[in-house]
């Protein structure tokens, strides 16, 4: 274990953010871990932990110490009947662990193909796409607290995971380092093809019968083709999450923009798309030096090149506030600003 003084971050955020961390380190075990956050770097500075930093814009310099997780591998699968539990450590990067539950027969992760980033981080904001969240095939998680060391196991419920969301963006944010999730993984798959690009993108490929392999292959086809590649252009995918209303304010709205699309999430509330409510205020391929708006998904923020963490904040505060005017809907980042 050692730690590292004045390191450059732009190599551990995918939006490719110039900016340094007072100290940095890399944790491979448990153990590692204990360690470093015994060091006086640990006890008398803020740490925070970063896997892939696919979800973070880092606006300036992190006066404090960076602890990246690389804990890899399948740790534990116990067979329980219809299902799998498998452990994983956090490092192991999501896309990998996909491929190797279509690999095993194990269900449930296909339609979350292709998310960048790590194990560890997809229980933060419960990771979604395509119909399917990390909640649906969630079991139990492992941390260690940040501060007491104290190592702790909690369960789906204790997670209070709601959309792109869940305890650790709320009571337990930045007090904890996940160190391993367990999946509950099916053996019969049920397959998702509730949302109509995967339907269409097996049609395109001639699937006539599906499987893992076809649905994880449609999803990874259709978001090569619409979502900016981080090593080419720097992004975060997402930057806002879709705004629920309730089912009257959605009536009100559709009288003035008929084509608007909705999407019932119960309860009476209504998930609208906040790419659609940004590119309708102008947006889409939007460029202003380095920073910009990506031209096939208004809802993803770019960096071109060499713009600062700042220039991406100010265009995303323009975007909250001309939705805002046009819709009266205020839009809530997804991404998590440093
Ligand atoms: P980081 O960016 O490193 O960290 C994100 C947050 O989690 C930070 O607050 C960090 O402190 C915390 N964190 C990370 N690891 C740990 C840990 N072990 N313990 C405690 N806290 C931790 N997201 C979706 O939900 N669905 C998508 O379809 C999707 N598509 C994307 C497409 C692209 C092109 C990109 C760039 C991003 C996309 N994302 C998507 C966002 C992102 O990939 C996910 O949120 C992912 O889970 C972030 O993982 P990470 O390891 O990169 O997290
Ligand atoms: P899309 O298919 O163009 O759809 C636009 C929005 O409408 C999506 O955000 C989605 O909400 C919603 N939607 C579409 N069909 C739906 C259905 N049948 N039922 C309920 N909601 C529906 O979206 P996209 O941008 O190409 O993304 C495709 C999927 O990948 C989405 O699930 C999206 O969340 C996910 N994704 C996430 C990120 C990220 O960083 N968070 C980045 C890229 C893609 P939901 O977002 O709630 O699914």
Redesign the pocket.
Known sequence: MRIQQNISLKP???FGMKVDAKYFTAVDSVDSLLEVLSTPEAKNNPV?????????LLTKNVDGLIIR?EIEGILDTIDIGDYYLVKVG??MN?HQFVIYCIHQGMAGVEN?A?????V???P??????YGVELKDIFHSLE?VHLRDLQQIQLTHKDCAFGY?DSI?KRAYK?Q????SVTFKLSKKASYNISYGAIKQELDAMGVKELSLVSIAQAVMNI?NSK????DMIG????FFKNPEISEAEYQTLKKSFPEMSGYSVGNGFIKLAAGWLIEQCGWKGYRKGDAGCYDKQAL?LVNHGLAQGSEIYNLSEDIVRTVHDKFGIMLER???VW
Not at 176 to 179: A, E, G
Not at 235 to 238: D, F, K, P, Q, R
């Open positions: 551990y955020n995918t925070s932990v970063i896997g892939g930093g696919s979800n973070i997780n956090a490092g999501w979350l292709l998310i960048p980033g790590s560890g981080a997809s933060i904001q419960n990771i979604g796409a941390a792109r650790f930045n904890f380092v996940i160190t978001r979502l900016p590649n981080p992004n975060a995918g997402s993803v997804e991404v998590n």
